[in-house]
């Protein structure tokens, strides 16, 4: 499964932006699909995930009731919805992709064996 995310950019504090993400081919229900993100000289972090079919959203605590993580199947894509961006939100962004990932699991990177190539999302102030 190879990944394609896009939608980065430079916003104001405050603003908003959606993140995108296309596979290649469509996933069977048992995957799930997050996004991380890394900022400069710190190490990668989750943001938010669907687990599996079930559709149910994780979020990070420092990023829930801002973002939102939505998965359109037809389309093969994963969206992240971003509201009341802060400059603490500036990073490289990435979507990824795992099987059969059990639910206490989501939250790592490790997990997961698919990734976008990241996109750029900086927030000023």
């Known amino acids: 499964v190879q990944l394609q995310a896009s939608g980065g950019g430079l916003v104001q504090a405050g603003n908003s932006l959606t993140l995108s993400c296309v596979a290649s081919e469509r996933t069977s229900s048992d995957y799930s699909n997050a996004w991380f993100r890394q900022a400069p000289g710190k190490a990668r972090e989750f943001v938010a995930a669907?687990?599996?079919?079930?559709?149910?959203?994780i979020y990070a605590s420092s990023v829930k009731g801002r973002f939102t993580i939505a998965r359109d199947k037809a389309k093969n894509a994963l969206y992240l919805q971003m509201a009341s961006l802060k400059p603490e939100d500036t990073a490289v962004y990435y979507c990824a992709a795992g099987r059969r990932l059990i639910l206490s699991s989501v939250r790592d990177a490790e997990q997961y064996p698919y990734w976008g190539q990241g996109t750029q999302v900086t927030v000023s102030s």
């Open positions: 669907i687990f599996r079919s079930s559709g149910n959203p």
